[in-house]
C-alpha cells in the first residue's frame, strides 16, 4: 500500500504539465482574439469548455480520490470528527494543508501549529490567484466561489502562456472539487471500522504527498541545499519541541536563497555597457549619444 501511494504521488504530480501540454492548438490560442469574420467559426460553447477541463483532468481522479479517502481515515485517527472533516474538505480544498494539520494533531501538536504549517503551504496560492485573477466575473461573492476551484491542477491545466482559460479552470476544478469531497466521505466512512490506518499503510500518504511535491523542484544546487537544511532543521528538533514546530521552524530553510548571486542576463548587460562612457580614440570618455558622425575628409 505504501507503494502504490508513493506511484500514485509521483503520477499525480507527473501528469498535470504534460496534461497542460496536450492542449489543442484553439485552446492554447484561445486568448488571442480571431478576425471578426473568423470569430463565429472559432469561437467556443461554454458546455464544452467546460467539458475540456473535466476531460483534462479526468485522469487525475483515482489519485484525487484515494488521497481524500486516505484523509478522512487518518483525520479519524486523528481525533478530527467525521462532521468537521467533511467541511473543512468542503471549506479548505487544499490536500497538502489538510494532510499537514492531521500530522501536526495526530503527534499531538498545539491546534495554533497546525494552523501555522497549513497557511504556510497555502502561502502559495497567493501568487498563483494574483496571476488568474483577470478570469473571475462577477461581484465579490461570485468571485470567492470560483477562486475556491483554483488548485495546483487547475490552474496548470487552463493556463495557456500566462493567460488562463475560465472554463478549463473552473471545469477542472468542480470535478476535482467533487472528487476530493467524495473521497473524504469515503475515508470517514471507512475509519469507523479500521483499528490502526498503518495496517493499511496509509500514514504514508502524507510524506508521499510531499516527497512528490518536492521532487520535482531539485533541479539547482540551491534548491537541494534548500531541502537538506530543511530536513535537517526539523530532525534537530524533534526530538526537543512539540510536534507541528520543526515542520513550522524548516521553512526558515527557503532564506538560502536570498544568498543567491544575482545574475545579470547578457541583453540587459550590453544595454548596461551601451550606456556607459566610452574611451575615444584619445582616451576621453565620452557618451554614446554624444558621439555624431565623422564628416568625411575631403
Sequence with gaps: MRAVFLHTARSLLASVPESALRTSPAASEAHTPPPADERSATSRTPASSYRAGVRA???????????????????????????????????????????????????????????????????????????????????????LLEAQLLVDESWALSNRDGRFDRRVMLGAGAFLYVGWNAGTAIGVAAGDSLADPATLGLDAAFPALFLALLAPLLRSRTSVAAAFLGAAIALALTPITPAGVPVIAATAACLVGLTRPRSVPAGAQAGADAGRPQPDAAGRRTHPRDARPQEAST
Excluded at 77 to 87: C, D, E, M, R, W
Excluded at 112 to 134: C, E, F, T
Aim: hydrophobic share 60%; no cysteine; aromatic share 6%.
Design 57 to 143: 483532468v479526468l485522469p487525475l481522479i483515482p489519485a484525487v480520490v484515494a488521497f481524500g479517502a486516505s484523509f478522512g481515515v487518518l483525520a479519524q485517527a486523528a481525533g478530527i470528527g467525521g462532521v468537521a472533516s467533511l467541511v473543512m474538505s468542503a471549506t479548505t480544498f487544499a490536500g497538502s494543508a489538510q494532510f499537514a494539520v492531521v500530522s501536526v494533531l495526530g503527534a499531538g501538536g498545539t491546534t495554533a501549529a497546525a494552523i501555522v504549517a497549513a497557511v504556510l503551504l497555502n502561502a502559495r496560492y497567493g501568487p498563483m490567484g494574483l496571476a488568474a485573477a483577470d478570469v473571475f466575473k462577477g461581484g465579490p461573492l461570485r468571485r
